[in-house]
């Protein structure tokens, strides 16, 4: 059993990839783990919701029927993440807001439906999983790029906001897994043949896909959780990823921007 006792444990996105891991990880810890998401998980060990993180509502149901469960909800995990592909010219306004609606809305909803509860305890945690991609943005992701920087710029005021109340708040930068990510992800409308960024699309998308591809198990990222879990004091920020990928984010601070991103454009091949 992990250093602590058992917690009550939310976590979106759950159905599959890293929030799959992760909820089954703390359950099997004896953890008390709600694991919500659109569509159950086939065979799920764990206590399961379902949960539309873009609808208030049931954000707020599946927040209450966890605290009339167990009376109280220690941790959350805003997991729950969509990606839009495309560039930004032909990526559709609504295909945008969808992409920030999930990824940013979404969570801030779980923090504002969790927070009067966490309030009450004088105690809580509240991860947001962000991208290694928020510090270095990617060609034909800039919509996603978006959504995770902009869930790190409220997880810093929040993290201010909440401190006096016992809350913590931790942002957790992942890179590349091998999870659904890569077949769920979504393709503009307009990002057809006829795009005058088609070519290079292609060639982008093709790297992208292989990195995901070949990238760490989830169960990597699920220890890190469990161990963030059990901690008295987490920091406020977490990275982890394939070996070069974190250390790509360390020329960022010396490096001229025209320079860090051309390594970016040669090595993803968008011209």
């Given at each position: 059993?992990s250093r602590i ?5 939310l976590i979106?996105?759950a159905?599959?990839g890293?929030?799959l891991a992760t909820?089954q990880r703390l359950?099997?810890?004896s953890?008390r783990?709600?694991g919500?998401s659109?569509?159950?998980?086939p065979?799920?060990?764990y206590t399961t919701?379902?949960?539309d ?6 954000v707020q149901?599946g927040v209450?029927?966890?605290?009339s469960?167990e009376?109280?909800l ?9 990606g839009?592909?495309?560039s930004?010219?032909?990526l559709?306004l609504?295909e945008?807001?969808q992409q920030l609606?999930?990824?940013f809305f979404?969570?801030?909803r779980?923090?504002r439906a969790?927070?009067?509860a966490?309030?009450?305890?004088g ?15 990617l060609p034909y992701?800039?919509?996603y790029?978006?959504s995770k ?15 006096p ?5 931790v942002?957790?930068?992942p890179?590349?897994?091998?999870t ?7 393709r503009g409308?307009?990002?057809?043949k006829e795009s005058?960024?088609?070519l290079?699309f292609l060639?982008?998308l093709t790297v992208v ?6 990238g760490?198990n989830p ?18 920020r977490?990275?982890i990823?394939?070996a ?10 010396v490096l001229?921007a025209?320079w860090?991103?051309?390594?970016v ?7």
């Open positions: 059993m006792a058992s917690k009550v444990v979106t996105g159905s599959s890293l929030g909820a359950h099997a810890l953890h783990v709600y919500a659109r569509s159950s998980a065979g799920a060990t919701l379902r949960m993180v873009d609808d208030d509502g049931a149901r209450d029927e966890i605290l469960r009376g109280r220690d941790a959350v995990l805003n997991n729950a993440g969509i839009f592909a495309g930004i010219e032909d559709t609504a945008a807001r609606e999930t990824n979404g969570a801030v779980v923090c969790v927070l009067p966490m309030r009450r305890q105690a809580g945690l509240i991860i947001n999983v962000a991208s290694i991609g928020a510090q270095i943005a992701q800039g919509h790029t978006a920087l902009a869930l790190e710029g409220m997880s810093q005021s929040l993290r201010m906001e909440v401190r109340f016992g809350i913590r708040v942002v957790f930068a890179g590349d897994f091998q659904g990510f890569t077949e769920h992800r979504l409308r307009q990002t057809a005058a960024y088609a290079s060639r982008t896909e292989r990195d995901e591809r070949t760490l169960e990597r990222f699920a220890r890190l959780v469990e161990h963030i879990v059990a901690s008295r004091n987490p920091r406020p977490y990275v990823g394939p070069f990928e974190r250390l790509a984010l360390a020329p960022k601070a001229p025209t860090l991103e051309a390594g454009r040669w090595y993803y091949r968008a011209g």
